[in-house]
């Protein structure tokens, strides 16, 4: 027998382990996928009878997992939230959240519109959007980083009689990140081209408007899963704040907080860029005032075309530079 004759028996061999190894190790992929399928099904109805018990109806209506084997994917047709003990109802299209088994930590989730919404104290509302997109970096105990996308949103009222919907506002694009940090939360988000409907705002004009900020909100990691019902003993951190129009642009940046009586703290920094611009917007939205809006920005015009002011509030008594502005009321 020569050596080829002998080596082909034991390359069979080899092949036939790797093929079985293979076998076995698919086998044990596919039964974890579809124990885990299993588990979501059962934890989302298990989900579903808790706060049913506690008089809350929620739904996913018609869940479904799928995506084997490459993905995980978790849908439903519709969402549904109401609390009638609180007198808070919500509603959304349908739910798509797909994982890819290469990046099984990073979900991307789609939500349709409509979303309406009912909430004690405010009118009904109506919700829309072309396209929302969240992206998720899951981990332990809080996810790493949540980002929203949201194009072509747009949002009115959604009276309950046969009165005429008031629309509120309409989007381009808008954008939203969330991410511990530490014991605080910080957030980046912005908006394009938003425009605000003149009914909305008792028929006051403004142009369209971009804006862009950079907030981190003080011990938020420990906020996530209460029930924050008072502003009272929250702080934030204001690295930026940007409204804008045109060339006319307002920024705004440094702490504020809410002591424990309610008063409000601040010591922000407020930069202006083309006085006079950011004077015929605030002169065409607030028409009772425009003579004095006027008259106050054209002696801040004198101090260049970028001038920038100290805006202190100590115990709720606010001053920019040396003018008193007035008291702000305890907030709750």
């Known amino acids: 027998m020569t050596s080829s004759d002998e080596r082909q028996p034991s390359s069979r061999r080899r092949l036939f ?3 079985a190894f293979i076998v076995v190790l698919f086998a044990i992929y596919s039964g974890g996928w579809f124990y ?4 979501v099904r059962s934890e989302a109805d298990k989900a579903v009878a808790t706060l049913n018990k506690n008089g809350v109806e929620a739904g996913c209506a ?6 084997y084997p490459l993905s995980f994917t978790v849908s439903c047709d519709n969402l549904a939230y109401e609390d009638d003990a609180r007198n808070i109802a919500a509603s959304a299209g349908s739910f798509s959240a797909v994982a890819q088994i290469i990046q099984p930590l990073s979900p991307v989730a789609n939500l349709r519109g409509p979303l309406r919404t009912s909430v004690p104290d405010m009118m009904p509302l ?3 959007w072309d396209n929302l997109q969240a992206n998720f970096k899951l981990w ?3 996810p790493r980083q949540i980002s929203l996308q949201a194009e072509g949103l747009s949002g009115q009222t959604d009276p309950a009689d046969d009165t005429d919907p008031v629309q509120l506002f309409s989007a381009g694009k808008a954008t939203g990140q969330l991410q511990p940090n530490g014991a605080d939360i910080d957030y980046i988000g912005s908006f394009g081209d938003l425009e605000i ?3 909305a705002i008792g028929g006051r004009v403004l142009p369209a408007l971009d804006a862009s900020g950079d907030v981190t909100l003080k011990n938020g990691s420990a906020m996530i899963g209460t029930q924050v019902k008072s502003l009272r003993g929250q702080a934030i951190e204001i690295r930026h704040l940007d409204l804008s129009s045109g060339t006319a642009r307002i920024t705004v940046s440094g702490p504020l907080s809410v ?3 309610g008063l409000v703290n601040a010591d922000l920094m407020i930069k202006l860029k083309d006085p006079k611009a950011v004077a015929a917007i605030l002169g065409a939205a607030i028409p009772e005032q425009k003579n004095q809006i006027e008259q106050g920005f054209s002696a801040l015009a004198v101090l260049g075309n970028e001038p ?7 115990k709720g008594k606010a001053s920019l530079g040396f003018i008193p502005l007035g008291k702000i009321k305890p907030v709750e």
Do not use: F, T
Not at 308 to 314: E, F, G, H, R, Y
């Open 17 to 19: 382990w790797l093929a």
């Open 36 to 39: 885990l399928a299993d588990r």
């Open 62 to 67: 018609n869940l479904q997992v799928s995506g």
């Open 126 to 128: 109506w919700i829309d």
């Open 140 to 142: 332990w105990p809080l």
């Open 197 to 199: 409907d003149p009914e």
């Open 259 to 261: 002591d424990a009586e």
């Open 308 to 314: 920038s002011m100290p805006l202190k509030v100590v």
